[in-house]
């Protein structure tokens, strides 16, 4: 096992054993007695708590942080701070003021918290030994919503010029982002990750995000890594559109069915990942998760699935 069976499953193919992938997240900072804030500002420290977890949860890949405000931040953007969770965007520029009013421009490796990332990636990359790094980016659609606030879902049907326009930055924004961890930190494997997707219908995925994730998606192909798409939610009415994007591989949420992820999957030769309930099982221990892990091991089966919460 190991990072070549994350890539495999990654990437649709079978796999002798499943492998697994825990989105440890702020947790690795739990677990070497550090909160959160402190955790995702300090590069050392980021690095210490990724290589323990990897190293405690036997884990076969892991993602370097689970913070979906980090390009946010990086353009100026204010952001609350929380010791046992990653920080939340709490100022949507675009509430009120056009694109160019706002004056936003797409954050580089230098800008923001990049150079800590990088550093700590760097880091993580050279100790990691035989285990993928992932890279989490905050997809189009996340982006959005954290530029523009909720009156972006209204905006994608009574104003989808402005929504268009939108996502098209964001694009941009998730483009350098999706670059910064595959060239810069050299992570093995780079993902979309969009925790409101599941709120949008079909139609509307299919205009705006997946034509938003093609800039990603064509830079982490072109450095040869692999990609994929990381969704909360019951996105059950999109599972199938999420593999018109390309991406290599779709992850889902414990309250999708398994079953029907593993057949659109295998439909289109993606990889999926899934499915151990992260609510029922592993925080509130209503679910034995013993138990729960066997079901979704069954279910996924060895051609393109890793083992990963929901």
């Known amino acids: 096992m190991g990072k070549q069976a994350v890539l495999d499953a990654y990437q649709g193919k079978y796999t002798p054993v499943v492998p697994w992938v825990p989105y440890v997240g702020v947790h690795a900072g739990y677990l ?22 990897a190293e405690r949860y036997n884990a076969d890949g892991i993602p370097l942080a689970f913070d979906l405000a980090i390009e946010a931040m990086s353009m100026g953007i204010e952001a609350k701070w929380f010791p046992d969770n990653p ?13 160019a009013e706002a004056d936003l421009k797409v954050p580089g490796p230098q800008d923001g918290r990049w150079p800590l990332i990088i550093e700590a990636g760097k880091k993580v990359k050279e100790q990691i030994g035989d285990r993928a790094l992932i890279g989490l980016t905050c997809g189009p659609l996340t982006l959005a919503s954290h530029l523009r606030g909720a ?110 992820v593993r057949d659109c999957a295998l439909k289109y030769g993606r990889g999926f990942g899934g499915n151990l309930k992260l609510t029922l099982a592993l925080s509130l221990g209503l679910v034995d998760p013993r138990e729960d892990a066997i079901v979704s091991l069954a279910a996924g089966g060895k051609i393109g699935y890793t083992f990963s919460p929901g």
């Open 32 to 53: 070497i007695g550090e909160p959160a804030d402190k955790l995702l500002q300090d590069a050392d420290l980021l690095a210490k708590g990724v290589l323990n977890a």
């Open 151 to 260: 009156k972006f879902f209204t905006d994608m049907v009574k104003k989808p010029e402005l929504a268009a326009e939108i996502m098209e930055f964001a694009a941009l924004v998730t483009k350098e982002s999706a670059r910064i961890y595959a060239e810069e930190i050299g992570c093995d494997i780079v993902a979309l990750v969009e925790p409101v997707g599941s709120q949008v219908r079909p139609e509307t995925y299919d205009k705006f995000v997946i034509p938003a994730c093609q800039p990603a998606l064509e830079v982490i192909h072109g450095a040869d890594k692999v990609s994929a798409l990381y969704i909360c939610g019951d996105a059950t009415k999109i599972v199938e559109n999420m593999m018109y994007t390309g991406a290599h591989c779709v992850c889902v949420d414990e309250q999708l069915n398994m079953n029907y």
């Open 87 to 99: 920080p939340t965007v709490i100022d949507h520029p675009l509430q009120h003021k056009t694109l």
